[in-house]
């Protein structure tokens, strides 16, 4: 299959020759697609409903809920049918952030930055206590601060993160990283490496899991971490599991690298640090399910509405800021597509699908869920009778920028279909394909079993160095010229895929992957 991919790849610009003639471009509907989407766009509002008035979307909160439940109205108010929550699965607890405080009040007061670890609990109430230097690099190092640590702040001696750099954060691709991708050659599929248990990474994972379980058993008041970021940006990430069986941890602060470097200079120093903290956090176990939003456009075809053209993007975010580049703007965008494509009157052959998938940042269990239940189990590779309806699934996943191209996902077939489709598109930026795969977004999820799954290609802006996962995740960041171009070519991509007299074309249908005995 490797010799086949690479194979394919390298006769691209040639089967591009032949058929870019031949795709059909409807550039009346074209027109009027750009006209909605450029000119009448609501994509900023929705934006605003989906970050500001919904707040984070932690995968299973409330605020994850109330974006939902406004997305599935404000979808059957654009006309779309089947709008609904659909169970995919178990997720685990839901969590929220309900009040965060923290200062330093010795040697002076300063308001630091920070964010509770996503699952950890609060601090029942204010706390003020000592600041406390620990070192541990053996489980023997335990031993001398047993019995000492009740009460206390911990902070734990680690390097100062990023240096500063003179880069700027914000980037577009340029022409000749665009040209670099075109002329990519298909990768081979790497399987992913078991890490061996005695490697320094996962002796590393199991000292802080002893770690954890000995503060807790002492009683800290609170733990901090140094989070990931410069210039107050905080990168957040979890400090426990979601499962409904996961062990109590203790009340733990993501802290912004400068007042983390900042508390430690000073308690390294022999001054004294005091600090003074007031955490609530919530947790929700009346209903551990997770969903996805979906909606449809009905086909029309006698004969093709049975298949389905499909978009998406995940709903769920991280809980320091908003999720606005990550990933309001996706899902504003496919919900907007919807809307533009009712806007124009389109009543499509194939049926429209969009979903927006919860928890993607967990491991995409959203839209494997939905693919494992309508589609099949790319485990085993027993596919259902839905798997061969689906035309292909279009994702947004990498921030506010515009669309540049599209990733082919190995599928060079669709090469020359999407070369004709991009075509209207280039005074808009949108003119590269390449053979290569983004990575890890929900559009792998549909590619695992065997139906056509791709990511647009976007300008990464500041996604990777300030808005990610970050306290910076606002609606700010979010660029209300590039969504609009974005909306109005995956629009356009789903028009011409609703229509064309055949599916797009699909690769070699992967192998189940080998079975791995377990000792």
């Not at 870019?20 to 027109?31: G, L, M, P, Y």
Request: proline content about 5%; glycine content about 8%; charged content about 25%.
């Amino acid at each position: 299959m490797k010799i086949k991919l690479l194979f394919s790849c390298l006769l691209i610009p040639g089967i591009m020759g032949s058929a870019f003639a031949q795709e059909s471009v409807d550039t009346a509907i074209v027109k009027k697609i750009r006209a909605e989407g450029l000119n009448h766009s609501k994509v900023m509002e929705t934006a605003f409903y989906l970050t500001d008035v919904s707040g984070p979307r932690l995968s299973g909160s409330p605020e994850l809920k109330h974006a939902q439940d406004w997305a599935v109205n404000q979808l059957q108010l654009w006309g779309m049918v089947n709008a609904k929550r659909e169970p995919w699965g178990k997720f685990g607890k839901g969590w929220e952030v309900q009040k965060n405080y923290a200062a330093i009040t010795v040697p002076y007061y300063h308001a630091i930055i920070a964010i509770p670890k996503a699952w950890t609990p609060g601090t029942n109430g204010q706390i003020k206590s000592d600041v406390v230097l620990i070192k541990i690099d053996t489980i023997t190092d335990l031993n001398k601060y047993k019995g000492t640590l009740q009460g206390k702040v911990v902070i734990f001696d680690t390097k100062a993160g990023a240096e500063r750099t003179f880069k700027p954060d914000a980037v577009r691709y340029t022409d000749e990283e665009l040209d670099a991708m075109a002329k990519a050659t298909a990768q081979p599929n790497v399987p992913r490496k078991v890490l061996d248990p005695n490697s320094p990474i996962m002796r590393a994972r199991a000292l802080r899991m002893v770690i954890s379980t000995f503060l807790r058993d002492e009683n800290v008041a609170l733990i901090l971490s140094q989070a990931r970021g410069t210039d107050g940006t905080v990168f957040t990430t979890n400090g426990a599991s979601y499962t409904d069986t996961a062990k109590a941890v203790s009340p733990e602060l993501e802290t912004s690298g400068e007042d983390y470097q900042r508390i430690l200079r000073l308690v390294k120093a022999g001054i004294k640090v005091t600090m003074e903290a007031d955490l609530k956090t919530q947790f929700f176990t009346d209903d551990m399910m997770g969903y996805d939003v979906v909606a449809e456009i009905p086909g029309t075809d006698r004969k093709l509405k049975d298949q389905v053209v499909m978009i998406g993007g995940h709903l769920d975010s991280w809980h320091g800021a908003t999720g606005a580049t990550d990933n309001a703007a996706g899902s504003a965008v496919m919900m907007e597509v919807m809307r533009i494509l009712k806007a124009v009157n389109f009543k499509p052959r194939r049926t429209i699908r969009i979903a927006l998938w919860s928890s993607e940042e967990q491991g995409l269990f959203g839209s494997r869920g939905y693919v494992f239940n309508h589609f099949g189990d790319p485990k085993t590779m027993e596919l259902k009778p839905e798997q061969a309806k689906v035309s292909a699934y279009y994702n947004l996943d990498n921030g506010s920028g515009k669309i540049r191209g599209i990733y082919l996902q190995g599928d060079s077939a669709a090469a020359p279909i999407f070369k004709a489709w991009l075509e209207p598109f280039k005074d808009l930026g949108a003119t590269t394909l390449t053979i290569r795969n983004t990575g890890s977004t929900d559009h792998v999820s549909f590619d695992a079993v065997g139906i056509p799954g791709f990511q647009f290609i976007q300008d990464f802006l500041d996604y990777g160095t300030r808005t990610h996962h970050s306290n910076q995740d606002t609606y700010d960041k979010l660029s209300e010229d590039d969504l609009k171009q974005a909306a109005t070519i995956v629009a356009s991509f789903v028009y011409h895929t609703a229509q064309r007299n055949e599916m797009i074309p699909r690769k070699e249908l992967p192998k189940a992957p080998p079975v791995v005995a377990k000792n």
